[in-house]
């Protein structure tokens, strides 16, 4: 019944700036941790970003701390990613993932099982 849909992906130059999209439907906004994560050909799905059910706290990657926000929006039930000073090693496919959890733990948080459910992905390419 959840359902998570990412848009906002696209094509930027190196140091360019995209904003992504999370919209969530089916289920209570305010229960939910969400994370963005991306993955690469060949690679492990990598942890990006996260905010609190409430929104009072987020947690960055070191790779994108300061060039990265993360931010969620109740009236809309939308959860976005700025993302500024893209480098082509940001290139990947990036996908919101939504956990019911009232807990803060950094170590839970940043593991793509932790997830309860997940976007469809949406695909963003830094030129290098």
């Known amino acids: 019944q959840v359902q998570l849909v990412e848009s906002g992906g696209g094509l930027v130059q190196d140091g360019g700036s995209l904003r992504l999209a999370c919209t969530f439907s089916g289920g209570f906004f305010s229960n939910y941790i969400f994370g963005w994560f991306r993955q690469s050909p060949g690679k492990e799905r990598e942890f990006v970003a996260a905010i609190r059910w409430d929104g009072r706290n987020t947690n960055y990657a070191d790779s994108v701390k300061d060039r990265f926000t993360i931010s969620r929006d109740n009236a809309k039930k939308t959860v976005n990613l700025q993302m500024n000073n893209l480098k082509p090693e940001d290139t990947a496919v990036y996908y919101c993932?939504?956990?019911?959890?009232?807990?803060?733990?950094?170590?839970?948080?940043?593991?793509?099982?932790?997830?309860?459910?997940w976007g469809q992905g949406t695909q963003v390419t830094v030129a290098s």
């Open positions: 993932g939504a956990m019911r959890q009232f807990t803060w733990v950094r170590t839970v948080y940043i593991l793509p099982a932790s997830y309860d459910y």
